[in-house]
């Protein structure tokens, strides 16, 4: 006979419901997996037969073969390890092969047959509920599953004793509860920047509409200090967003303790990451940064250090809002609406442009420093602020600065008059300008007379792509945003067409 339970398999995002059989047959005694298992899989063999035995069920004198079907679909992973030992145990009799029908099932199982936390619990608790069964998920990961919503069932056992015991009705399971991760007012804050108010003025534009920005300057003039204060001026996640954001780090096995957090995520690898690393892939297709980052920040410090295929591979994510990993077995999909933040100085010695400095190795230090980024990626960014020393009467005068959270105020109040024009527009998927389209940023942001004569003569003098005309249209109306204004005026497109013109300078000045 035969018995059955249900698991998944991840693609992406995407739970895929995974038929897990076991048959019990008169033969030589031993335990075969197959179904295109890999290494982690074909292990749980040895975890399952000693998590069984731990918890006082021997293994049958007979063989035993575990199929996992769809035969053609990679299994990846260790989170089988519970559908197996559930699935032998019901065929053994020690557990209800009925009630089982109606779940679900990953966990990974120690020797002792305690049950441990695995990557993913969030998707497939979405997956399983999208079939109408419940779930049963390792303890430390019920929290999250209880994300998925209040009508699934879950059982999220410590032990496979435990699990037992429920089914037998002598310690039943109660529901785990959703965990909201505390908050932590513990974000740097806008106020310690002495100086740089053009760049904090930067700053607060790139949160209200979500755009690119990028940080030119000398060394210790506060361009990494700015960039870890952006979380603190951002609003929270939407509860639709939080739902993203929460299965993809799932998947990656970065939800600790099942807890979800509504603070966007920020993101800043260091300049050594690989390609892998950066847009996702690699052992089991795994997002990458660019997705990690889906509804936040993703910082990329000293720029140009990044190697310049990682930096190119940003260039479809930036453009599309995902990422698409394609290998020999894999064809996967994961979202990256990204901001992307990145700080750099002009040149290897970082002082070109500074007032009575002249490189040592001339004009080339900066051109060759800054050919590393190429012109594609460059053209994607659409605040380019030049943040230069600061000055010492600055530093030394007590700051008076803004503190972040009156900052955050204005930034969450320019973010809720776009949220209502694109849901009245019926784009309840757009929520900041940056992500809008260009055919209907043309519509919104259409200037007064003034402005659009001075976009006229700014984009033929400085040979604007289309691209960066759309951008600068889409900065326009952010900076209307934040003044309240119903149309785009000449001071806004003034004032966007400086933040573009900015970067022009610095990189054109080698
Ligand atoms: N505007 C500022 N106000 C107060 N302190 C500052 C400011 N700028 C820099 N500092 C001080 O200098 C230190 C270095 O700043 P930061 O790391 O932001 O420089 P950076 O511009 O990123 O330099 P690099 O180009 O070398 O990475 C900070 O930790 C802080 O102590
Ligand atoms: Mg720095």
Request: proline share 7%.
């Amino acid at each position: 006979m035969v018995s059955r339970v249900n698991t998944v398999a991840f693609q992406g995002v995407e739970a895929v419901i995974i038929d897990v059989q076991v048959m019990i047959a008169p033969g030589k005694m031993g335990m075969s997996i197959v179904g295109l298992p890999d290494k982690a899989v074909a292990e749980s063999r040895e975890r399952v037969q000693a998590a069984l035995h731990a918890s006082g069920l021997s293994m049958p004198p007979k063989k035993v073969t575990v199929n996992l079907a769809p035969a053609d679909l990679p299994k990846e992973g260790s989170h089988y390890d519970l559908p197996i030992a559930v699935c032998l145990m019901a065929a053994l009799g020690a557990l209800p092969g009925d009630a089982l029908q109606s779940y679900v099932v990953l966990g990974e199982l120690s020797l002792d047959g305690t049950i441990s936390a695995v990557a993913g619990v969030l998707p497939a608790a979405i997956g399983a509920n999208r079939q109408d069964k419940g779930l049963i998920c390792p303890h430390a990961c019920g929290p999250e599953a209880a994300w998925a919503g209040a009508e699934i069932d879950i059982l999220a056992p410590r032990s496979l004793i435990a699990l037992a015991n429920h089914f037998r009705g002598t310690q039943v399971l109660s529901r785990p509860e959703p965990v909201m991760r505390q908050r932590a007012d513990d974000l740097p804050d806008l106020a310690d920047i002495k100086g740089q108010e053009t760049a904090k003025r930067a700053l607060e534009v790139a949160a209200a509409g979500n755009h690119n920005l990028l940080l030119i300057g000398p060394p210790g003039s506060g361009k990494s200090m700015l960039a870890q204060r952006l979380p603190s001026i951002l609003p929270p996640l939407s509860p639709r967003e939080l739902l993203d954001v929460s299965m993809i780090a799932s998947i990656a096995g970065e939800l600790a303790g099942g807890k979800l957090s509504d603070r966007r995520p920020f993101r800043a690898p260091h300049h050594s990451a690989s390609m892998a690393a950066m847009v996702g892939g690699g052992f089991r297709a795994r997002p990458g940064e660019v997705s990690l980052a889906h509804n936040g920040v993703l910082f990329l410090d000293e720029f140009p250090e990044f190697t310049p295929q990682v930096l190119d591979s940003l260039r479809q994510p930036l453009e599309t809002g995902d990422c698409m990993i394609a290998r020999a077995n894999h064809r996967v999909s994961y979202p990256a609406q990204i901001q992307l933040v990145a700080a750099m100085n002009p040149c290897r010695c970082g002082m070109a442009g500074e007032p009575g400095h002249r490189c040592a190795r001339g004009p080339r230090c900066q051109s060759d420093y800054q050919a590393r980024i190429s012109g594609p990626l460059l053209d994607r960014i659409d605040l380019r602020i030049d943040v230069p020393a600061v000055s010492a009467s600055d530093l030394i005068r007590p700051s008076q600065a803004e503190r972040s959270h009156v900052v955050a105020e204005r930034v969450a109040r320019a973010r809720a008059i776009q949220k209502r024009r694109y849901e009245t527009l019926g784009l309840p998927n757009v929520s900041t300008n940056a992500h809008c389209s260009a055919a209907l940023i043309e519509q919104i942001a259409a200037p007064d007379a003034g402005g659009a004569a001075l976009l006229k003569d700014a984009s033929e003098q400085m040979k604007f792509s289309a691209r960066a005309y759309h951008r600068i249209l889409k900065v326009a109306r952010t900076l209307a945003d934040l003044d309240g204004a119903e149309k785009v005026g000449r001071l806004h497109l003034a004032e966007a067409i400086s933040y573009r013109m900015s970067g022009e300078r610095t990189m054109s000045t080698a």
